[in-house]
Antibody, heavy 116, light 111 residues
């Protein structure tokens, strides 16, 4: 069965960076985009970007351009999302999600807390 | 690009039907049949309920149905049950440099 398992919760100080991982199993890793979506406390879903695991090509929404980097390691079916220069309003649950035109299977989420 | 527009809340009694709308533009909802709907219970990850406007993934109850007219997609839940109480989000492919867009979410309350 398709599974996306994310790394554990993180607490970071403002200005630091965080790197969240998402390990895929149960399907051909290179056959689907991996998207990253975040959800601030009490707020809606916000699409951040996606990576094509086959080519490594990424698309980022303009809001995060220059601060986010998505990478993948095909040997271990894992994608990574690194967000730099963290601010308090980056506190959110970060999800990875598989999909082509939109998303179907989602990871369990990773809480990133940014606090001094 | 603005998020897709959903009502903030809807409610219904057990056994009734409700419909949640998702309004976009001719560049997203109106131009592509790649509208999805997700159910999210508190503290949980979103769960896909409808894909490509009207298709249900395996295991999703046939009480959930989707449709689209012009720039507006809709999710209908019939025979409301207490377990349907959750937040619901729509999303659409946009074909732009931001290829995926979400709605702001709708809180469904089962009275």
């Amino acid at each position: 069965q398709v599974q996306l398992v994310q790394s554990g919760a993180e607490v970071k100080k403002p200005g630091a960076s965080v790197k969240v991982s998402c390990k895929a199993s149960g399907y051909t890793f290179t056959g689907y985009y991996l998207h990253w979506v975040r959800q601030a406390p009490g707020q809606g879903l916000e699409w951040m970007g996606r990576i094509n695991p086959n080519s490594g090509v990424t698309n980022y929404t303009q809001k995060f351009q220059g601060r986010v980097t998505m990478t993948r390691d095909t040997s271990i079916s894992t994608t990574y999302m690194e967000l730099k220069r963290l601010r308090s309003d980056d506190t959110a649950v970060y999800y990875c999600a598989r999909g082509r035109m939109t998303t179907d299977y989602w990871g369990q989420g990773t809480l990133v807390t940014v606090s001094s | 690009q603005s998020a897709l527009t959903q009502p903030a809340s809807v409610s219904g009694s057990p056994g009734q039907s409700i419909t949640i709308s998702c309004t976009g533009t001719s560049s997203d909802v109106g131009d592509y049949d790649y509208v999805s709907w997700y159910q999210q219970h508190p503290g949980k990850a979103p769960k896909l309920m409808i894909y490509e406007v009207r298709n249900r993934p395996s295991g999703v109850s046939n009480r959930f149905s989707g449709s689209k007219s012009g720039n507006t997609a809709s999710l209908t839940i019939s025979g409301l049950q207490a377990e349907d109480e959750a937040d619901y989000y729509c999303s659409s492919y946009t074909g732009s440099t931001t290829p995926v867009m979400f709605g702001g979410g709708t809180k469904l309350t089962v009275l």
